[in-house]
């Protein structure tokens, strides 16, 4: 019996790199479906080749005699729907019988956060295709909370005191690689992924000033100062709305849930934003001892 052949999109980032890492130590059969070859992470193998969404003809190629399908959402961008309805319908025309596809929580055509709307669209999409498809319904990833922040340390935006269960990226993929080794269990299954704490960006950077010790603070701004104090960037108009929607989002409750999901379907209680930053404060403290005794 021919073993089940999964394709990997995303595997140059995060999350789509451990997801084909878990699944090649596992030995499964791997194509991995990258823009950018020469990006991918030391250690990958498999098939490799080449293409992007919004390329039609070469998706088609890419997926042809593929039945499993990760598919990680495309970089945000004007067209990031166009792509995605291309490769979908490449995946279909090849004949991929399931697709994984990583969504956003509270995925819906009125989404607060902007992004969210091209998920629940690209999601009708998937429905409509005729493949199986399961969803990863992801919170803000924890990861990119000190990103958020200026040269400062402070992270401003419309949120109030509003909560947001984000969730790590490593427990994303932990999550998609189960899915993906048993995908006849997961079939029409739509889960929300989230951390285990539902946290203000108040709390959140008194969690990051204890445990990096830099001076993280959070400052609530109204909607027109969240936009005049981004204006100076010369983004266009779709990516203002999606940066300040991300505070008005977490205002809204939208983002608030918190779900035993990640815990139920690894076994593993998914990372704290705690225990995600003393992680990687650890991981730098071993590379600068490392970096002393070279």
């Known amino acids: 019996m021919a073993r089940t052949l999964i394709a990997v999109t995303g595997a140059t980032g995060h999350v789509g790199g451990l997801v084909a890492r878990a699944l090649q130590d596992a030995g499964q059969a791997l194509r991995l479906v990258v823009r950018d070859p020469a990006r991918l992470p030391a250690g990958l193998e498999g098939d490799v080749v080449q293409a992007s969404y919004g390329d039609g003809p070469s998706a088609r190629k890419a997926l042809e005699g593929v039945d499993l399908l990760f598919m990680v959402s495309g970089a945000e961008s004007a067209d990031r729907l166009v792509q995605h309805r291309t490769f979908v319908q490449a995946a279909t025309d090849a004949g991929v019988g399931h697709v994984v596809y990583t969504s956003f929580l509270g995925a819906a055509p009125d989404a607060t956060f902007t992004l969210a709307r091209d998920h629940w669209h690209t999601e009708q999409l998937l429905r409509l295709s005729g493949m199986g498809w399961t969803f990863l319904r992801d919170s803000l990833y924890l990861d990119f ?7 400062r340390g402070v992270i401003r935006g ?19 690689s189960e899915v993906l080794r048993s995908p006849q269990d997961h079939v029409a299954a739509t889960y929300d992924l989230t951390g285990p704490e539902a946290l203000t960006l108040a709390e959140a950077t008194e969690v990051m000033r204890r445990v990096t010790g830099r001076p993280y603070r959070f400052e609530n701004e109204t909607l027109e100062a969240a936009y005049a104090s981004r204006a100076s960037y010369g983004a266009p108009q779709w990516q203002l709305d999606a940066w300040v929607s991300t505070y008005s989002a977490i205002a809204s409750g939208e983002l608030s849930a918190v779900t035993d999901a990640v815990e139920r379907l690894t076994g593993r209680r998914p990372l704290s934003l705690a225990e995600l930053l003393g992680d990687a404060t650890e991981e730098r403290r071993k590379h600068r001892r490392a970096d002393k005794h070279r």
């Open 158 to 176: 419309p949120a109030g005191d509003g909560r947001f269960g984000g969730v790590a990226r490593a427990d994303v993929a932990r999550v998609a």
């Open 145 to 151: 909370l000190p990103l958020f922040a200026d040269e």
